[in-house]
């Protein structure tokens, strides 16, 4: 590819990228020119180069193609820009009727795999462009009727890109109720393009957009909870700038992990990848080793999970797993030969990888489908206690946005039960790119809770019947209803931890947009779920961006959900039940911490991108045993023994004291 390049730019320094698409529709061609031309060769042509000619006549045929070829866009690894089109640098691609875009996912811009899905576009269009699995090479589309289209990926679904298309007379249609369901809960039937626009959170290319469209506090802004929590809380602040961090081709990629101490709710320190020889690329989900002096995290943009020393934050080893490995969960259950590996699941194939960290360090040691067929499994979590169990969602199987649920067996990897999409069953109807789980025993049943992407539901399954219990809306349309997909709510929920108590589920949900919703005055909220009744108690208001959510000891007895969000520079600290009264009505942030810590160039990106979030100690039941145990045995750093310390005896065995 790259010597066909260097070829081309003798006859043109003009010509344009020669794409993948190209490359793979003219190769055959080319290769039987360039037979031909050498049996011509030796009869007419003895003067000319064979190398010469072919390469002429292949950058004729370029020229041909990219004629109609209006506008290129890159899928990268850029925060606000993941569809980078080559005309305007951002992710708004402006063409004309009738022309052609190519959407280019290659290692110049992104480490990993993605899909480019078509979501929304112009009433009248007849256009469709979507994979059933994620790729890597480039697609093309022709762009048929005026107005704003919005592309995702499936993968990773906050990608986004715009192409909007002029009319005759140059403008861009408004977006309309018909292509927009949104649209229709701010009482209008239409919008301008760039009003869309203009609201659109995952579409913000440049700082200056970032400034305007994000969640970005001060100092100010801050409120420390009266009652401090224990430990420390890590974050993948993912979307943060460091300079000269790049991948081992030299371009950019972005992403700390920040940490914040839980006595004194301020910014202890910040890890950047630096030391990670390249293998380092959007931070996104960590868990820790049962000494809690490990911490294991996984790149999304790329194809590795890192080692973590946590107390120097130096990055012991990087290993790589496989495409897009999403969250990490190890394996808890008592006398497994197993105890303690890691299981990853990797949202750009179609398995969960085993990795064990033994004497020699990080080490693959088995890869498992998490279905049948094309998976692209994310945000998975193993039973509390036992964990003899994997809960799994796989976001898409095929063209369109239908999933599955899996449980797998922890140790075999062997699927036991897969719930598939299925539009004429109720309970199966929501699993609608089904995104990550929760998981926890209540009242003695083991429970998962899984957030659909697009659907807006969480899936509440009995993980040892084996069977959907329930389905519970949880996305709001601006004017506050209930029960609508994610084109007429924008909103997408995401973690959904269960409290290590058995009580109650979290439920973070992200905003695509800058719009708030009548119900939570706010664009991004969690939702409380009470899990013995699994009825919605409470929404609370959250930062711009929500994605992240997962359960801390609170000192004294209980536990505050911590929250991260991606398009904010702060973490918030929900208290599950101020009044303690045992009931979650009256859950509300108590605290908002400044992620943001002056870091050296990172500038409006600093603390931003909140995703994984990791409390130490880890409460739920089968994690926090172990630590305990090994307290006062001189295997504990002093500041984990300190942590311990502090809990209280609920706190150190969540099971032995399940109501
Ligand atoms: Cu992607």
Known sequence: MERKHGVCSFFSTNLEVVTTAIDSIFLPYFISLTITLTNRE?????????LFLIAFLFCCLTRMVHATSSDTMSLTDEPGNWFKSNNTGTSLSV??????????????????????????????????????????????????????????????????????????????????????????????????????????????????????????????????????????IWIDTQFEHVNKQTDKRGTLKPGTITIVDAETFTVEREINGLGAKGMWNNPHNMWADFTLDTIYNTNWFGEWINKIDRQSGRIIQSITVGEAPTHIVTIPTLGSSERGVLT???????????????????????????????????????????????????????????????????????????????????????????????ECHVNGVSKAYVANAVSGYITVIDVDGMQIRKNIPVTVTPDGQTGKDLLNTLQVPIQTPVSPDGKFVAAAILSLTAVPNAKTNSTDY??????????????????????????????????????????????????IDPNGDGKGSDAAVVGTILLANGSNGAGVTDGTGGQGIKPLPMVHDGWIQPTVELAGTGILSAEVEDWIIQLTPEQKDPEGHEQ
């Open 42 to 50: 030796e009869i007419h042509m003895k003067k000319i180069s064979k």
């Open 95 to 232: 063409i004309n009727a009738g022309q052609e875009v190519n959407f280019k996912i290659s290692n110049c811009c992104t480490n990993t795999r993605h899909t480019v899905t078509l979501l929304i576009k112009p009433e009248g269009s007849n256009l469709t462009l979507d994979q059933d699995h994620s790729i890597t090479g480039t697609l093309s589309a022709t762009f048929d009727v005026p107005g704003v289209y919005v592309f995702v990926c499936k993968v990773h679904p906050y990608m986004t890109g715009v192409v909007a298309v002029k009319d005759a007379d140059g403008n861009i249609p408004d977006v309309t109720t018909g292509s927009l369901p949104f649209i229709s809960y701010l009482g209008i039937t239409s919008l301008p393009a760039d009003t869309v626009l203009a609201v659109l959170r995952t579409v913000a290319s440049t700082d200056a957009e970032k400034a305007a469209k994000w969640d970005i506090r001060t100092s100010a802004d801050q409120v420390i909870p009266k009652v401090p929590g224990v430990g420390e």
């Open 344 to 438: 990853i699941p990797l949202s750009a194939e179609n398995n969960f990888v085993k990795v064990e960290d033994g004497s020699d360090g990080l080490k693959v040691i088995d890869s498992k489908p998490t279905g049948d067929g094309r998976n692209h499994p994310h945000g998975h979590w193993l039973n509390c206690g036992r964990g003899d169990r994997m809960v799994v969602p796989n976001v898409f199987k095929g063209v369109g946005v239908a999933g599955s649920v899996s449980i797998l067996d922890s140790l075999t990897g062997d699927v036991l039960k897969e719930f598939d999409h299925d539009s004429n069953d109720p309970l199966r109807s929501v699993l609608l790119m089904p995104i990550a789980a929760g």
């Open 526 to 575: 969690v939702v409380i779920i009470d899990a013995l009744t699994d009825e919605v108690v409470a929404y609370v208001p959250t930062p711009g961006g929500t994605h992240g959510i997962n359960w801390g000891a609170k000192l004294g007895g209980g536990y505050y959900a911590y929250v991260s969000s991606q398009f904010a520079n702060v973490l918030a600290v929900i208290d």
